[in-house]
């Protein structure tokens, strides 16, 4: 079982890494087709199951999903630990069955558990708790089992660029690390310390509040019209956080989507008239 359990991961990685849409650290999609965006999910099972029904992959093979921040938070076994890594593994096997229309875009938690630094959630640091959970499921496998899941939360992509000039990242770096942040992390070879403080990886992916005027820099600097993002909780499941961004969330029973066209420019108020409470999805 461990084995099988390490074995999918790494075809998860090779995956990831394969996408035909993937360049260096972006995934780059085409100017037709659709896309289903999810906010950051934390363990919640029944909010990506109506994400994988929203999207109809099999019945749409020219729509994408992207899913983000899977890990920490959910279920957990009998003595607290965090279950998580379960639906991490359905996730993978999502992504093995539509290689090209399933993409991850790397978040804070994963980013945190990739160098094993300290991670809270509601009180509780969650890279220890879903170590415990993995060492009880696993026994005197659950070290490489976790090593595997770091693993494959590397292999991750940091955006998602739209050819519409809508850029969907977990975060973006904050008003203090605007002008230190390199952009061209998003073109080169990934390396772990760029995980770590105050590497590159780490301030997109942890960056918060961010003003108008550090918006539109990074908007020029990335080429870009219009942000989506997780990371910063959002209690109705989204909000609009500027003249050009819109936040989502998908980890609880308000979580939202959003489903954009691939062939079309929005505004950001189509941008709003877009999102979809995933209560509403069967």
Not at 42 to 66: M, S, W, Y
Not at 96 to 121: C, R, W, Y
Not at 150 to 166: D, E, G, K, T
Not at 257 to 278: C, F, G, N
């Given at each position: 079982m461990?084995?099988?359990t390490?074995?999918?991961?790494?075809r998860g990685?090779?995956a990831?890494q394969?996408?035909?849409f993937?360049?260096a650290?972006?995934?780059?999609?085409p100017?037709?087709?659709?896309?289903?965006?999810g906010?950051?999910?934390h363990?919640?099972?029944?909010?990506?199951?109506?994400l994988?029904?929203?999207?109809?992959?099999?019945?749409h093979?020219?729509?994408?999903?992207v899913l983000?921040e899977?890990?920490?938070?959910g279920?957990?076994?009998g003595a607290?630990?965090?279950?998580?890594?379960r639906?991490l593994?359905d996730?993978?096997r999502?992504?093995?069955?539509?290689?090209?229309q399933?993409h991850?875009v790397m978040?804070?938690h994963?980013?945190?558990?990739i160098?094993s630094?300290?991670v809270?959630?509601?009180?509780?640091?969650?890279?220890?708790?879903?170590?415990?959970?993995?060492?009880?499921?696993?026994?005197?496998?659950?070290?490489e089992?976790?090593l595997?899941?770091r693993?494959?939360?590397?292999s991750q992509?940091?955006?998602?660029r739209c050819?519409?000039?809508?850029w969907?990242?977990?975060?973006l770096?904050?008003?203090?690390?605007?002008n230190?942040?390199?952009?061209?992390?998003?073109?080169r070879?990934?390396?772990l310390?760029?995980?770590e403080?105050p590497?590159?990886?780490y301030q997109?992916t942890?960056?918060?509040r961010?003003?108008?005027?550090?918006?539109n820099g990074?908007?020029g600097r990335?080429?870009?019209?219009?942000?989506v993002?997780?990371h910063q909780?959002q209690?109705?499941?989204w909000?609009?956080a500027?003249d050009?961004l819109?936040?989502?969330a998908?980890d609880?029973d308000?979580?939202?989507?959003?489903?954009i066209?691939l062939?079309?420019t929005?505004?950001?108020?189509?941008?709003?008239?877009?999102?979809?409470p995933l209560?509403?999805?069967?």
């Amino acid at each position: 079982m461990p084995q099988t359990t390490i074995d999918l991961l790494n075809r998860g990685i090779r995956a990831n890494q394969t996408d035909r849409f993937r360049r260096a650290n972006l995934v780059c999609l085409p100017g037709a087709g659709s896309l289903v965006i999810g906010g950051d999910l934390h363990g919640h099972r029944r909010n990506f199951e109506r994400l994988v029904a929203q999207a109809r992959l099999a019945e749409h093979p020219d729509r994408h999903l992207v899913l983000q921040e899977i890990i920490h938070g959910g279920p957990e076994d009998g003595a607290g630990g965090c279950l998580s890594y379960r639906l991490l593994l359905d996730a993978v096997r999502l992504k093995l069955s539509f290689p090209d229309q399933v993409h991850f875009v790397m978040g804070n938690h994963d980013t945190a558990a990739i160098n094993s630094s300290e991670v809270m959630k509601n009180g509780k640091e969650m890279n220890r708790a879903m170590t415990l959970a993995l060492e009880r499921q696993f026994g005197k496998a659950g070290p490489e089992v976790r090593l595997a899941i770091r693993q494959f939360l590397f292999s991750q992509p940091l955006a998602v660029r739209c050819p519409n000039r809508v850029w969907i990242s977990h975060s973006l770096p904050d008003d203090r690390n605007l002008n230190g942040f390199d952009p061209g992390i998003f073109e080169r070879e990934m390396k772990l310390g760029d995980c770590e403080k105050p590497g590159g990886a780490y301030q997109l992916t942890w960056g918060r509040r961010h003003s108008q005027a550090a918006l539109n820099g990074m908007a020029g600097r990335l080429d870009v019209d219009l942000f989506v993002l997780g990371h910063q909780p959002q209690p109705n499941g989204w909000c609009r956080a500027g003249d050009n961004l819109i936040i989502l969330a998908s980890d609880h029973d308000h979580g939202c989507l959003l489903e954009i066209d691939l062939s079309r420019t929005y505004t950001i108020a189509e941008l709003v008239s877009a999102v979809t409470p995933l209560a509403s999805i069967a």
